[in-house]
């Protein structure tokens, strides 16, 4: 019978020291990183663009990845955004998606992008 009385006791003491914690509000300090909490593609299937410090006020295009694909409904991952032939990444306009690099156009000049080396 003391033992039950302990037990209950020890579970009370427990559960209320538990439930302290639990109110506590937890801040992510993300230390300049991408915060994990926050998704990387919206609910239509986009990708979220993260604002990045290193990328604030540059002009330069950063091909990530492709996706080929030989009948043109290709796609790009540039600057952290997926594009597609005919959209716009900043003043760049996308004229051709291929296997290995991208087309892009700005006042009639081309500048073909190939993809981003990791670690690069």
Do not use: H
């Amino acid at each position: 019978m003391l033992r039950n009385k302990v037990l209950v006791i020890l579970f009370l003491i427990l559960g209320f020291k538990a439930s302290s914690f639990a109110d506590q509000d937890f801040i992510y300090n993300a230390q300049g990183r991408r915060n994990p909490f926050i998704p990387l593609v919206t609910s239509d299937g986009r990708l979220v663009k993260l604002d990045r410090e290193e990328d604030k006020g540059s002009t330069d295009l950063l091909v990530d990845g492709i996706i080929y694909d030989k009948q043109g409904l290709s796609y790009a991952i540039v600057n952290a955004e997926v594009l597609g032939v005919g959209d716009f990444a900043g003043a760049y306009r996308i004229l051709k998606i291929e296997s290995d690099k991208v087309v892009f156009l700005k006042e009639d000049q081309i500048r073909e992008v190939s993809i981003t080396e990791e670690g690069t």
